[in-house]
């Protein structure tokens, strides 16, 4: 006879369940293997957590990323063993770059039959190290509440990102008497001391020519409207940082010039107008490909606000650093730069602002479009006229998100940023993101309208996450800008290299039918090359609102 429960047991499986629940977990993304079973088990009697299946461990990591950022909330993420936690690391790297809280679990098998090495084994634990904040195994399972709401809190914690645990099938299936635990939040919306508040705003008022580099944790700390007040207090501009993975801030405002670019000449030449740059919760000159051109002139000094302290003074000396909150810090600054500064400030400021309106972002959009001809008949698209068209028709408050490389350059010179969620874009630079962080977007907005645009390389790593697109029927469109190639390659081929004949970056033998594909998932979907059939399958996609569509469009880089 077996032995009789012990009152008041719970088993890990549901034990890891309820606790997520508890640490306001609404929705795991996940491939399941056999490791994982438990956990399936028992999500038949969870309701409450919402399962969305991705058809590769990097497409659940980018979709569960995009669902985190665009939601607020954390995610967790369920992987099979050791061959599912290297599928997922790329995307989890990303998730680092991001800062997403995010709880990722792997199934792995049972203690003891580890030691026997089976298939599919290796120890998980070192495997997710290095591109995760924490990583443990949980060995008892009177240890798994504690190691979840640890894990909950460090995810949750600025600067947030992902956590990794490795979860053994008897720990998982096992039965005991659990202490569950609370949650734990770590409370980070601080300001700086009134010092140090009146030391950053003396010096913001003595600069000649300040700048405001705009970063993300404007959005992640919902700080729009006082990024947009420091802005106009100061008369001063605001560029975006270097990367451009969110909505920073608001386009159409006054003071908004646009994003800088990863190219230190350009970007050097850009900053040397400005004595101070102040960089409110952004990275510093983030780049690319190296230069012998430092990106910083000698003659511009640095200013910093921010939760990640690990940025600050990374690669440029700032003068003054403060780590705290933006938008905790803006409420408390703005008003004080406008007790010290008084009328000369406010004089000084509403002249700068007139002068920037000349050259600002919406003054460079309208010169811009007048200046784009019409597409020729007969011939690929250019892919400037696609974005500005797609920017066009999409709605006001559509959400974009962003993989295209060379083919959106442009984009950002017509879409204008309207709130925090407005746009989500790659930070990492690994490709294969966008496709599936669409799909999570979508979850967490689905009153919203998610518009992505994706490059047919960037597409073909995680093609997959339409057929779930199409299984939660979520209202996506998919615009795959086609140039037949790794067009970003053949660039830098060429300028770097003077080679124009480039081996292994062509889709062109057999060329791809993404259309064709996409209708394999059970999209609704179609290839267009011209100005018209662009237009018109952007009104239907538009249109339809019971599932995903995707446009393939054609177009010359």
């Not at 600067?159 to 720990?171: E, K, R």
Request: aromatic share 6%; net charge negative.
């Amino acid at each position: 006879m077996p032995d009789a429960p012990v009152p008041n047991t719970i088993t890990g499986r549901d034990a890891f369940l309820r606790v997520l629940s508890d640490e306001g977990v609404s929705k795991m993304f996940g491939n399941p293997g056999t490791t994982e079973l438990p956990i399936m088990h028992a999500l038949s009697s969870a309701p409450e957590m919402g399962y969305v299946l991705a058809l590769q461990e990097a497409v659940v990591i980018a979709m569960a990323d995009g669902y985190a950022r665009a939601s607020g909330k954390l995610v967790s993420c369920n992987v099979h063993v050791a061959p599912g936690l290297g599928n997922a690391i790329g995307s989890i790297y990303t998730s680092l770059m991001s800062g997403t809280p995010m709880i990722v679990t792997a199934g792995q098998q049972e203690q003891g039959h580890g030691l026997t090495e089976p298939l599919l084994y290796a120890p998980l634990v070192p495997i997710a190290q290095p591109v995760v904040k924490w990583a443990t195994e949980v060995n008892r399972i009177e240890d798994l509440p504690r190691i979840l709401r640890r894990a909950a809190k460090v995810a949750t914690t600025a600067p947030t990102g992902p956590v990794f645990i490795s979860l053994p099938g008897d720990i998982l299936n096992n039965e005991a008497a659990v202490d569950m635990g609370a949650a734990t939040r770590v409370d980070t919306a601080v300001r700086p001391s009134d010092a140090a508040l009146e030391s950053l705003a003396r010096r913001l008022l003595s600069a000649r020519q300040p700048v405001i580099l705009a970063g993300h944790e404007i959005a992640t700390s919902d700080a729009f409207a006082e990024a947009a007040a420091l802005a106009e207090v100061l008369g001063a501009p605001v560029l975006q940082q270097t990367v451009a993975w969110g909505a920073h801030f608001p386009s159409e405002h006054p003071a908004y010039l646009g994003a800088l670019n990863r190219d230190q000449k350009n970007v050097r030449r850009i900053l040397s107008d400005y004595d101070l740059m102040f960089c409110v919760g952004a990275d510093v000159l983030k780049m690319s490909v190296w230069s012998e051109t430092e990106p910083l002139p000698e003659t511009t000094s640095v200013a910093m606000v921010g939760l990640r302290d690990w940025e600050m003074g990374k690669n440029f000396p700032a003068e003054i650093a403060l780590r705290a909150d933006v938008k905790e810090t803006l409420k408390a600054l703005v008003p004080l730069l406008t007790r010290l500064g008084g009328s000369a400030l406010a004089d000084r400021a509403k002249a700068s602002l007139a002068e920037i309106a000349t050259r600002n972002w919406s003054a460079q959009r309208a010169q811009r479009k007048v200046k784009l001809a019409a597409p020729d008949a007969g011939k690929p698209l250019p892919a400037e006229w696609a974005m500005m068209r797609l920017c066009e028709k999409m709605p006001e408050d559509a959400i974009l998100v962003e993989e295209g490389l060379t083919s959106t350059t442009t984009l950002f010179h017509y879409f204008p940023f309207r709130d925090r969620n407005s746009f989500f874009g790659n930070v990492s630079g690994g490709i294969g993101w966008g496709i599936a962080a669409a799909v999570g977007v979508q979850v967490a907005e689905p009153k919203r309208r998610v518009v992505a645009v994706i490059g047919d390389g960037s597409a073909m790593y995680s093609i997959t996450a339409l057929w779930t697109a199409a299984n939660q029927k979520l209202p996506v469109i998919f615009v795959i800008a086609n140039n037949q190639g790794y067009q970003i390659l053949k660039n830098r081929l060429k300028l770097f290299h003077g080679n124009d004949k480039p081996i292994g970056m062509d889709f062109n033998d057999p060329p791809m039918d993404i259309a064709g594909i996409a209708r394999g998932f059970g999209l609704a979907a179609e290839r267009v090359d011209s100005a018209a059939g662009f237009d018109a399958a952007l009104d239907q996609a538009l249109a339809r609102t019971d599932g995903p569509t995707l446009i393939e469009v054609m177009i010359r880089s």
